[in-house]
Structures are given as structure tokens and as C-alpha cells.
């Protein structure tokens, strides 16, 4: 199977600026598994399960929504909702803190990476193959510029470098699972993160040569994905332009109902000492639904919303034959609205994607706490959860 820039419907989109729920009937994409892999971008409970939970974890009320990095659902939820996925159909790998080798500023010295994720997936196959028939996303590579975020490279040679570096990893990763028989794999950019509150926090030299790394990251990760097709020709290798989205989020914000692109809802920035997580010390602005940015990186859930929006169309856009020009003009044209169902505030503790809303670990479906590295003391819940009724 070929790879290329999907820029049917999802082009459509971002040019319109208007990316809205994919209408009913626009798309036949049938998949029959979620495997998700990356960091905070995509974690739901694995970093807040691994920090201590409701007894240690900050991500809970009044900081963060339970168990994400966000005020709400994350991309991935939305998506799985859109695409019909059952909480017994989705297996989130997703740690908040991985790089894309085995580092993780969130356990520092704990092999705790996306290298770590994908050797647990691989265990968990016991020998078999990969799902040919589920969506796989794999996000990766923030954090591996945001630890030089101090120390940023400002020579090409240097650049280029730690760029290889990283999406070597991330190649090493895509290579495992193409072979393992993964049939479609869902590969974002990354956001120009220069952009964010923490990017724009440093001097105009460091964001500017912050930008310069993102940019080459995104073109030698489009070229790696165009080469990995042809290795892998049973492979659907999908790029999707977060990049793109999100430069046009931050320079037309009032296309995406947005008011704030450059400051955080909240005052809080994991990247300095954790004393800012102190709920007396904790604001939180007036509508967070307009704001880009929920801390100093991570996004609100309405730009979750956003980027699980143009997933659903660049995934209809490259995969879904039937997909007629009159259904992506339609689908481009669709009002940007957060279900109300899924948007029900997490905070409170109300419905998440999966629709639970008391539940517990289901003892034949839940591996429980699995060593990431060879018995190593880093673990994961793999999430398979049954709602008590």
C-alpha cells in the first residue's frame, strides 16, 4: 500500500478552517481495534496509574482532568468515540513523559520510552501477529526536544543529529510493528513547538532555533514515512499535518472558535519544579474552551477536539475509496461542536470516552501491572475496564 500527504478532505478542512464531525454516511472506515502509542499527547490514565492515582497523581482535580494531560477528553478519545470503538476494542500504551527512545522526564532513569511500549505490545502478541485490521496512532518525539529545551542544538550538523537521532527511534518503532503486520498506522507531525507557552517563554533566539529543529524533525519524518511504504507494502503509513492544523489554529484562531492561541489557561508549567502544583497557587482562566493551550504545552480539550477532527478526515481522505468529493466538501463544511456526550467535564467525574462511570479493573481482562522494561520496576496498567452497574 502506498503513502502519501492525504490532502483530500483533510486539505479541504484546514483551508476551510471549519473541521467539524465527520457526517453520517461521508465514510466507511471500518476498523476493529484502537493500539495507541506516545506520550502525554495520548496517555488516559497510565502516567496517573503509575504516579500513585487518586493517593499521588496531579493529574486530578483541580489541575488536570483524571488521568489526562488536559482539562477533558483527549484526541484519541474523540477519535475512538467518532470510529464506534468499544472500551474492550481500544489497548492505550500511551506514558506521558516518553521521548521516543526508553528515557522519560517523568521517572528520570526508568526506561519508561515509546521503545518501552512497543516491547510490551510485542510481549502481549505471545509470538502471534499484529491486528491487520486495527488503527494503530503512535505520537512521539515532544519531549525529546523539550530536554534540550535548555541546551538546544544551534549548528545544523548538531541539528540534524539529534533529529536523526529521533526519528530513528521513531522509525525503529514503526519498523516493529509494519512487521509484526500492523496494517494501518496513523503517524502525526509534531506542532511547531516554539508556539507554545513554554516555547514562547524563551529568548527569541531559543524559540526561533526550536522552530528551526521542529521543521527539519517534520520533513525528515515525511521522507522516513515515504520510505518505510515501500519496505512495508502491506502497510498504510498515514501522515497526519498536526503541524499544519495547528500554524493555522495560532495564525486564524476565530475559524476554530478560538480567542487565545499564545498563553495558558492555567499557570501551570511541568517542566519547572513542581511547587506551581499547589491548588492555592492555581489559576484557571475565565473560558477555557477558547484557549489553545491548557498549561505551558498541553492542549484544552476543545484543540483535542480540533486534532481528532482532522484525524477522522485525514484518515477518510487516505483510506476510504468511497469517499466522494460532495462528502469531503461536506465534511470540511461541518460546524466545529464538541459532542455533548463526550464532553461531559472528566473533572467532575462524569462520562469518558470509554462511558464509564464507576468502574473496575475486570480480572480476566486486564493484565494489571505488567514490568515495562525486562522486570524492571516501571509498570502499566493496560486499561480494560467494566462498568459496575
Known sequence: MSYKLPI????????????????????????????????????????YNLSGGAEGSFLQPPFYAQGRFSNGPIWVEYLAQDL????????????????SGSSNIGFPGIPAGLEQQIDLYTALLLGQPANPNALYTLWAGNNDYFLRLNDLPTRPQQQRALVEA????????????????????????????????LGR??????????????????????????????????????????????????NRPEKFGL????ESCTNINLYQPPSILDPSQLTICNSPQTYLFWDSVHPTKTAHKIVADSALATLASE?????????????ASAPLAVSAEADEDIVSGAR????????VPESNATMGLIAFSALGGLCVWRLRKTTVR
Open 259 to 262: 480567542t487565545n492561541v499564545t
Open 352 to 359: 469518558s470516552v470509554s462511558g464509564d462511570r464507576v468502574s
Open 166 to 197: 529521533t526519528v530513528g527511534n521513531l522509525s525503529d518503532a514503526l519498523t516493529t510493528l509494519a512487521s509484526l503486520g500492523a496494517g494501518n498506522i496513523l503517524v502525526p507531525n509534531l506542532a511547531d513547538l516554539s508556539d507554545t507557552p
Open 319 to 331: 483510506l476510504d475509496d468511497e469517499l466522494t468529493t460532495a462528502s469531503a466538501i461536506e465534511l
Open 8 to 47: 483530500a478532505a483533510a486539505s479541504i478542512a484546514i483551508a476551510l478552517g471549519t473541521i467539524g464531525q465527520l457526517p453520517v454516511g461521508a465514510t466507511t472506515l471500518n476498523f476493529d481495534e484502537l493500539v495507541i502509542f506516545g506520550d502525554s499527547t495520548s496517555d488516559v490514565n497510565n502516567f
Open 201 to 250: 517563554s524563551t529568548s527569541p533566539r531559543s524559540q526561533n532555533t526550536l522552530s528551526q529543529i521542529i521543521r527539519r524533525h517534520n520533513q525528515r519524518l515525511s521522507r522516513e514515512l515515504r520510505r518505510l511504504s515501500r519496505q512495508f507494502s502491506e502497510t498504510n503509513f498515514i501522515a497526519f499535518d498536526v503541524n499544519a492544523l495547528l500554524n493555522d489554529a495560532t
Open 84 to 99: 464506534n470503538f468499544t472500551p474492550e476494542t481500544i489497548d492505550n500504551f500511551a506514558l506521558g513523559g516518553s521521548t
